[in-house]
C-alpha cells in the first residue's frame, strides 16, 4: 500500500508534485472543508500551511486535537522565514502558545523557536522540468553564449525595497564590470514587466555565461534570510553558471566551493570579470554546481527526506508508547 498524506497546499506546490513522483499518494483537501474531514485512515502525515490556517485558530485546534488522537503528526515547511509572510503577533504569539508542529520544516532556521516541534533545514529545491534535458555537453561551447552576464527577477515594484536596492546593486556592479569591459554584454530582464515562461528562462540561463543572484523577498532591512530562494537550485540545475549574494546557509548546503558567493558590489564585479577570463574554469564549476544540484537537491530528494522524518516521528511514537 502507498504512503498516504492529506495536505491542503495545491496540486502544483513543488513538494506535493515530488511527493506524488516518488509513489507517495497525496489527497489535496480545502481548508474549508478540513473540519468535516473524516479520511484518515492510513494517513502518516498532515501538511499543512501553518501561515493560512492558523488565521482560523478554533478551526486549527480541532484539526490538531483530532490528529493527536490518530497519531498523525502537523507538518509545516516555512518557506519565508525570517518575514513569515508578516505574521501578526497575536497569531505568533498562539503558535508559540500551542506549540503545533510536530515536524518542522526551513529553508532557513531564524526564528524556529517561534514554530516548536522537531525542526529540520529543509531548503529550496530544483524542479524537474529545470535539469530533465539539461545538456553540460551543449554549454561548454563558448561561442553559443549570447549574454556574459544575466539577471532576471523582481525589478519594477518599487513599492518593494527589495526591488529597489536590486536595480540600485545591479546598475551599480554594471558599473563597475564596464570600468574592466567596456563591451561586456550585460542583461538584466524585470519579470514584472516581462513574464517570462519556464522555456524563455531556461533559454536565458543556458544562454548566459554568468546567471546572478541577488535578493530575496523574505528579506528583512537589516536581516536578510539564511535560506536561498529556489533560482539558486534552478540556475545550476539547468546547467548554468551561478553567481549569488551570500547567504548563511549556503556552507549548510553545498559540499566544498562550489557554490561561487559575494558580498557586496565590489566584490561581484570583482568576481564576474576574473570569471569571464577563464570560461573552462567557471564551467567546471557550473558543472560541478550541477552535479551537487541534480543529486541531491532535487524536490524527488526532498520529498524522500520528508518520508524518512515521518518514518523517524512514527518510530519514535511508537517507542514512546512501548
Request: charged share 25%.
Amino acid at each position: 500500500m502507498k504512503a498516504r498524506i492529506v495536505t491542503t497546499h495545491s496540486d502544483g506546490g513543488p513538494l506535493v508534485v515530488a511527493l506524488r513522483a516518488v509513489g507517495v499518494q497525496v489527497e489535496r483537501v480545502d481548508w474549508k472543508d478540513v473540519p468535516g474531514y473524516r479520511n484518515f485512515e492510513d494517513c502518516i502525515g498532515f501538511y499543512g500551511n501553518l501561515f493560512a490556517e492558523i488565521k482560523n485558530l478554533p478551526a486549527f485546534v480541532a484539526l490538531k486535537r483530532k490528529l493527536g488522537r490518530l497519531g498523525i503528526p502537523y507538518v509545516f515547511w516555512n518557506r519565508d522565514a525570517p518575514w513569515n509572510v508578516g505574521m501578526k503577533l497575536h497569531r505568533r504569539l498562539a503558535v508559540q502558545w500551542m506549540a503545533p508542529v510536530d515536524i518542522y520544516l526551513a529553508h532557513s532556521l531564524q526564528d524556529a523557536a517561534w514554530f516548536s516541534g522537531h525542526c529540520h533545514y529543509f531548503p529550496n529545491a530544483a524542479q524537474r522540468p529545470y535539469y530533465a534535458d539539461t545538456s553540460i555537453e551543449d554549454l561548454r561551447d563558448e561561442a553559443s553564449y549570447e549574454q556574459d552576464v544575466c539577471f532576471f527577477g523582481a525589478l519594477g515594484n518599487t513599492r518593494r525595497r527589495a526591488c529597489r536596492e536590486r536595480v540600485e546593486f545591479l546598475s551599480e556592479v554594471e558599473r563597475r564590470v564596464r570600468r574592466a569591459l567596456p563591451v561586456v554584454r550585460f542583461r538584466v530582464l524585470d519579470t514584472v514587466q516581462q513574464g517570462l515562461g519556464l522555456e524563455q528562462q531556461l533559454r536565458l540561463i543556458r544562454t548566459s555565461k554568468i546567471n546572478l543572484n541577488y535578493g530575496a523577498m523574505c528579506d528583512l532591512p537589516g536581516n536578510p534570510s539564511w535560506g536561498m530562494p529556489e533560482r539558486v537550485f534552478g540556475i545550476p540545475a539547468a546547467g548554468g553558471f551561478l553567481l549569488t549574494d551570500y547567504r548563511r546557509s549556503i556552507p549548510d548546503t553545498f559540499a566544498g566551493d562550489a557554490c561561487d558567493f559575494f558580498l557586496e558590489a565590489e566584490d561581484c564585479a570583482a568576481k564576474i570579470i576574473s570569471s569571464l577570463e577563464s570560461f573552462h574554469v567557471l564551467r567546471a564549476r557550473a558543472e560541478e554546481m550541477h552535479r551537487q544540484v541534480v543529486e541531491r537537491h532535487t524536490y524527488e530528494a526532498r520529498a524522500m527526506q520528508l518520508l524518512g522524518l515521518l518514518q523517524s516521528y512514527r518510530n519514535t511514537a511508537a517507542t514512546r508508547r512501548a
